[in-house]
């Protein structure tokens, strides 16, 4: 059984920074593909980033160009953790952020990444919340 299990979420005024952690158990978390959803009322999931594995010990980065610069996916396989550094956080980055893994390997160039679909595993959310 694999479980994500997600930590950091808060309040943070416009331009503070904030860390998100995912933490896997069960299955083997250097093959999966990790990335980061979030979530507001009404709205579809929308994705942020992702670190995609494609095989051996190859990784792939992706950041949605809303947060491109600003955020940065990172991951540490000897903890089974995965990270979301938000900094220069805006009101409307406020959201539930959601972490999520695959057992897909996606190769490079292909944008399925961005579909929630692509992936078998969730965390429960964390709301995110940027005040002006």
């Known amino acids: 059984q694999v479980q994500l299990v997600v930590s950091g979420g808060g309040l943070v005024q416009t331009g503070g920074s904030l860390r998100l952690s995912c933490a896997v158990s069960?299955?083997?978390?250097?093959?999966?593909?990790m990335a980061w959803f979030r979530q507001i009322p009404g709205n579809e999931r929308e994705f942020v980033a992702a670190n995609m594995f494609s095989g051996g010990r190859t990784y792939y980065i992706y950041h949605a160009d809303a947060v491109k610069g600003r955020f940065t996916v990172s991951r540490d396989n000897a903890k089974n953790t995965v990270y979301l550094e938000m900094n220069t956080l805006k009101p409307d980055d406020t959201a539930v952020y959601y972490c999520?893994?695959?057992?897909?390997?996606?190769?490079?160039?292909?944008?399925?990444?961005?579909?929630?679909?692509?992936?078998?595993?969730w965390g429960q959310g964390t709301q995110v919340t940027v005040s002006s």
């Open positions: 069960g299955g083997i978390f250097k093959t999966y593909s």
């Open positions: 999520a893994a695959s057992s897909r390997i996606f190769d490079r160039g292909s944008s399925r990444y961005i579909r929630p679909g692509e992936y078998d595993f």
